[in-house]
C-alpha cells in the first residue's frame, strides 16, 4: 500500500473490488466496481466515451497513452452514453495505471495519504452483495452525475458500503472531491493564525494539520450523516415516498428526467 495510491495486478483482482484509474496527469481519478470476467461497473457524466469519470478528459490532455479510436464490441453499447455503465477492464482504464481502493485503513494509513479517494476508514460489506448492487444500478441507475455531490467514487463507495449521505446540501462520500476542496479551506482556515505565528513553516503545518482533520471528519467510516440503504430501495421508496432522506437525484434518468 503506497502513500499516494494502490496500484495492483489484473491478475489480483477479484469480484467486488472498488478500482480507480487516475486521469489527466494525476489530477483526479475515474472509480468503478470490479464484477468479474474482465467486467467494471462505473458511473459517468453525460457526453463522455466509456471509461471516463468528469469533463475534465476534454479540457485537459491526459498524460497517459492515446485511446484507441475503434469502437470496443465487448462493452455497453454505443446508445448508453452516461449514467451506470458496464465497460471491459481495458475500455475503464482508457490507457491508464489499475489502483484498488482500500476499506478498513487504520487512521494512520488515512491521514499519511497524500490525497483522498484512495481509501477509506470505512468497513466494506462482503463481495458479493457488493457486486449484486452494482449490477442492480446498472439496471436501475444512480440519479444525476454531481462532481462532488454524486460522482463516480461516490458510487463505488456506495456499492461497497451501502452507506448515503442523507443530507444532499452536503458533500457526498468521495474522497478526492473532499481533498480538492480542502485545500483551499484549509488556507482560508489557517490564515487567523498568522496572528500568533509568522514563521513560515509554523503557517505550513498549521494548513496541513487543518486540511487532514478535514479529510479525516469528512470520511465516510467518520460521519455520522450517512445511513445503510438498501440498493433495492434507492428507487422503489424514492418512487412511493417512503424513503425521504435519501437524495432524489439517485432516481434512475428517464426520458423526462431533468438530467438529460
Known amino acids: ?16 473490488d472498488h478500482i480507480y484509474s487516475w486521469r489527466t496527469a494525476y489530477i483526479y481519478a475515474h472509480h468503478g466496481i470490479y464484477v468479474g470476467n474482465d467486467t467494471v461497473i462505473h458511473f459517468t457524466r453525460r457526453g463522455e466515451e466509456v471509461g471516463t469519470g468528469t469533463v475534465l478528459d476534454f479540457l485537459v490532455v491526459s498524460s497517459g497513452p492515446a485511446r ?11 446508445g448508453a452514453t452516461h449514467g451506470v455503465l458496464s465497460s471491459c477492464l481495458n475500455c475503464f482504464l482508457a490507457g491508464g495505471i489499475l489502483y484498488r481502493f482500500e476499506y478498513s ?4 494509513i488515512f491521514l499519511a495519504k497524500a490525497r483522498g479517494g484512495t481509501c477509506t476508514l470505512a468497513v466494506s460489506d462482503q ?11 446498472l439496471e436501475n441507475g444512480f440519479g444525476c452525475y454531481n462532481v462532488f455531490k454524486n460522482n463516480c467514487e461516490d458510487f463505488a463507495i456506495y456499492c461497497k458500503t451501502g452507506l448515503l ?3 444532499q446540501g452536503t458533500m457526498g462520500q468521495s474522497g478526492q472531491a473532499v481533498s480538492i476542496i480542502g485545500g483551499p479551506l484549509a488556507a482560508v482556515l489557517s490564515t487567523p493564525l498568522r496572528l500568533v505565528t509568522t514563521n513560515v513553516y509554523g503557517m ?9 482533520a478535514s479529510r479525516y471528519a469528512a470520511d465516510i467510516g467518520m460521519r455520522r450523516d450517512v445511513a445503510k440503504v438498501a440498493v ?25 428526467d431533468p438530467c438529460l
Open 68 to 78: 484507441s479510436q475503434v469502437p470496443c464490441t465487448t462493452c455497453t453499447p454505443s
Open 127 to 137: 463481495d458479493d452483495l457488493v457486486v449484486h448492487r452494482a449490477k442492480y444500478l
Open 165 to 167: 449521505v442523507l443530507d
Open 232 to 256: 433495492e430501495d434507492l428507487t422503489r421508496r424514492l418512487t412511493t415516498g417512503l424513503l425521504q432522506v435519501v437524495e432524489p437525484q439517485l432516481l434512475p434518468a428517464t426520458a423526462s
Open 204 to 212: 505550513a503545518a498549521t494548513a496541513i494539520g487543518v486540511y487532514c
Open 105 to 108: 485503513v487504520t487512521p494512520a
Open 1 to 16: 500500500m503506497g502513500l499516494l495510491s494502490n496500484r495492483i495486478n489484473k491478475e489480483c483482482l477479484k469480484p467486488g
